[in-house]
T-cell receptor, first 113, second 113 residues
Framework: GDSVTQMEGPVTLSEEAFLTINCTYTATGYPSLFWYVQYPGEGLQLLLKATKADDKGSNKGFEATYRKETTSFHLEKGSVQVSDSAVYFCALSENQGAQKLVFGQGTRLTINP | AAGVIQSPRHLIKEKRETATLKCYPIPRHDTVYWYQQGPGQDPQFLISFYEKMQSDKGSIPDRFSAQQFSDYHSELNMSSLELGDSALYFC????????????FGDGTRLSIL
């Protein structure tokens, strides 16, 4: 079945550092790819998405590019802030049939001032 | 903008009791999803509904059932509760379509004593 693998955390960085969280996927079709963020005690918020190969999703300084050749969707941000501290989930949804989300295991990010 | 509303936010039950979780999707969204997130884990898909009909089923125990009503709100009914059912239960809603993102509620935290 479909699966998503994220780099293991937790990840701790200093403010203004460069961030990369790796995400790779396995899917039988051509999925849509998503990054969700979960702040403590809250639900999941959509951060960005990409629906086809070479699409770049971006939001709030975060970016991720849909790489079909490497089946990857790595999350990047050039300069992180303390407010970016949260758990980040990479997820996929098949484009045909069932559209449930399949999540990676999540990466806890802590940004120190 | 209106978001997905879940109630209650917190629920404490004892083993073998029953529980009902409610979800009110974003207006005009026709698809509802339920997910279960154990402590420190990624959300796992339980079940989904499209236009009041079950559209997909995941790892939902037989003790659980769900439905979507004519006003599109959904309820997750859980019986014979077990300690392992303690988790965050999220509802998400979306428009039908391969690229439509799912929008999550803040979840119901269910604790089984």
């Amino acid at each position: 079945g479909d699966s998503v693998t994220q780099m293991e955390g937790p990840v701790t960085l200093s403010e203004e550092a460069f961030l990369t969280i790796n995400c790779t996927y396995t899917a039988t079709g051509y999925p849509s790819l998503f990054w969700y963020v979960q702040y403590p005690g809250e639900g999941l918020q959509l951060l960005l998405k990409a629906t086809k190969a070479d699409d770049k999703g971006s939001n709030k300084g975060f970016e991720a590019t849909y790489r079909k050749e490497t089946t990857s969707f790595h999350l990047e941000k050039g300069s992180v802030q303390v407010s970016d501290s949260a758990v980040y989930f990479c997820a996929l949804s098949e484009n045909q049939g069932a559209q449930k989300l399949v999540f990676g295991q999540g990466t806890r990010l802590t940004i120190n001032p | 903008a209106a978001g997905v509303i879940q109630s209650p936010r917190h629920l404490i039950k004892e083993k073998r009791e029953t529980a009902t979780l409610k979800c009110y999707p974003i207006p005009r969204h026709d698809t509802v999803y339920w997910y279960q997130q154990g402590p420190g884990q990624d959300p796992q898909f339980l079940i989904s509904f499209y236009e009041k009909m079950q559209s997909d089923k995941g790892s939902i125990p037989d003790r659980f059932s769900a439905q979507q009503f004519s006003d599109y709100h959904s309820e997750l009914n859980m019986s014979s509760l077990e300690l392992g059912d303690s988790a965050l239960y999220f509802c998400a809603s979306s428009l039908r379509g391969s690229n439509q993102p799912q929008h999550f509620g803040d979840g119901t935290r269910l604790s089984i004593l």
